[in-house]
């Protein structure tokens, strides 16, 4: 028999290595599935194209599974997503372009039509079941990420993404610290932290610094200007995109997730493309 009060943290992938990042909290016996991610193989996996989390405790107990909450864009956090929807019917919980970018991937392998896709935005509470769950801003080097505070009667459960501090993000929208503030007078259980990097001194330069080095190599190159950056990083296209049209310049992306990327957030708003800047 579960007991009323009982809370277990089961991390099913993503801690020691970088990618499928999953984890299971179980909360008075139901289930809340916090990211399901992809991770590329290594050299000694020959004839596999990608590893993904062992789910076999959750197929077992699907009956408690309560949903899966995504917490960002990135494939080593929703890339598994498709394949775990096989075995599960469960909603999933997602900001937009969160879900936007999922709704490609649940497309080609035909899903989409069939999953319950639920939007939210930083800030909201949703409880399901004794799943009670806030979604708080945080920044990274993607857009519309959002740590997890699961509250619980013994305390809150807070697993944070991944996250960066910047106070001058490109859209503005600083981490949401007040509310890590208010939960830390409430009472934290358990904090479930990125560490990526935590082991270097010193802090990751704002994004901003970034759209600053564009605008001076775009202002005094003459030629053609090549730029690799992750396709995720829709906040660096957008200042790769304005430094252009300020030079009067055209702009050729190339790659199939860059073009997948930048279709998707230019279609709900989240890239502001000038008229002819493309080509």
Do not use: W
């Not at 099913?12 to 599935?33: F, P, S, W, Y």
């Not at 699907?62 to 019917?89: C, M, Q």
């Not at 920044?139 to 009667?153: E, G, M, Q, R, Y």
């Not at 300020?246 to 702009?251: D, P």
């Amino acid at each position: 028999m579960i007991e009323k009060n009982s809370i277990r943290i089961l991390p099913l992938g993503g801690l020691g290595e970088i990618g499928k990042n999953m984890t299971v909290m179980e909360i008075g016996g139901d289930l809340a599935i916090v990211d399901a991610g992809v991770m590329f193989p290594e050299e000694d996996m020959p004839g596999v194209d990608l590893v993904i989390p062992d789910i076999t405790y959750l197929v077992e107990n699907a009956s408690r599974v309560k949903g899966i909450f995504l917490t960002h864009g990135h494939e080593d956090h929703i890339g598994g997503v498709p394949y775990v929807l096989r075995h599960l019917n469960v909603p999933v919980y997602g900001t937009k372009l969160t879900l936007a970018l999922l709704r490609v991937m649940l497309n080609e392998h035909g899903l989409e039509r069939n999953t319950d896709l639920r939007e939210i935005k930083a800030g909201d509470r949703t409880q399901v079941g004794k799943i009670d769950v806030e979604f708080i801003h945080v920044n990274h080097s993607i857009a519309d990420v959002v740590a997890l505070a699961f509250h619980t009667s013994l305390g809150a459960i807070v697993h944070c993404s991944d996250f960066k501090f910047d106070q001058t993000p490109y859209d503005g929208k600083v981490a949401d610290l007040h509310a890590f503030a208010s939960l830390g007078h409430q009472g934290v259980l358990c904090l479930l932290s990125d560490s990526t990097n935590a082991e270097r001194p010193g802090y990751t330069a704002s994004e901003k610094t970034v759209g600053e080095t564009f605008r001076n190599i775009f202002s005094k190159s003459e030629g053609r200007i090549l730029v690799a950056t992750f396709a995720s990083n829709i906040h660096r296209v957008q200042q790769i995109f304005d430094a252009a049209a300020r030079e009067g310049r055209y702009v050729s992306v190339t790659g199939r997730s860059m073009i997948r990327v930048v279709e998707v957030a230019h279609e709900i708003g989240y890239l502001n493309i000038p008229d002819g800047l493309l080509v």
